[in-house]
C-alpha cells in the first residue's frame, strides 16, 4: 500500500512560479512512475506530466510543456512538479498519483494510488 501526499499549492499571481511536492510512504516508491494530474472546476481531471521510475524519462502534456518541469528524489520518496510561468488557466486541483509497473502513462486509470490533492490558484 502506498499512501501519497500533495504539497505546495496555493495563490499566486500570473507569471509566478510554485513547486508542488509529491511525499509517498512505502518501501517500493522508489519502483513506481508517477504522474501529476490536475482537475478545474467543472472540468475532468487531465494528465500534466509524469516520470518514470529512475527518473530518465519525463512525458508532459502540450498545455504545460516548456513551462512545468518533473522530477523526482527516490531517497525522499518524494516527486517534484515545478511550475514557472503559471496562467490562470493553470488554476486547479492537483493530483499526484503513483503506477506499480514503472511505466509512463497518460490514462487516468492506469495508476493505482492517488493523493487528495493541492490547490493551485493563479489570479491575472
Known amino acids: 500500500q502506498v499512501q501519497l501526499v500533495e504539497s505546495g499549492g496555493g495563490l499566486v499571481q500570473a507569471g509566478d512560479s510554485l513547486r508542488l511536492s509529491c511525499a509517498a510512504s512505502g518501501r517500493s516508491f522508489s519502483m513506481y512512475a508517477v504522474g501529476w494530474f490536475r482537475q478545474a472546476p467543472g472540468k475532468e481531471r487531465e494528465f500534466a506530466a509524469a516520470?518514470?521510475?529512475?527518473?530518465?524519462?519525463?512525458h508532459y502534456a502540450d498545455s504545460v510543456k516548456g513551462r512545468f518541469t518533473i522530477s523526482r528524489d527516490n531517497a525522499k520518496s518524494t516527486v517534484y512538479l515545478q511550475m514557472n510561468s503559471l496562467k490562470p488557466e493553470d488554476t486547479a486541483v492537483y493530483y499526484c498519483?503513483?503506477?506499480?509497473?514503472?511505466?509512463?502513462?497518460?490514462?487516468?486509470?492506469?495508476?493505482?494510488?492517488w493523493g487528495q490533492g493541492t490547490q493551485v490558484t493563479v489570479s491575472s
Open positions: 498519483a503513483a503506477e506499480i509497473h514503472g511505466r509512463v502513462v497518460t490514462r487516468i486509470d492506469g495508476y493505482d494510488y
Open positions: 516520470i518514470n521510475w529512475s527518473g530518465d524519462y519525463m
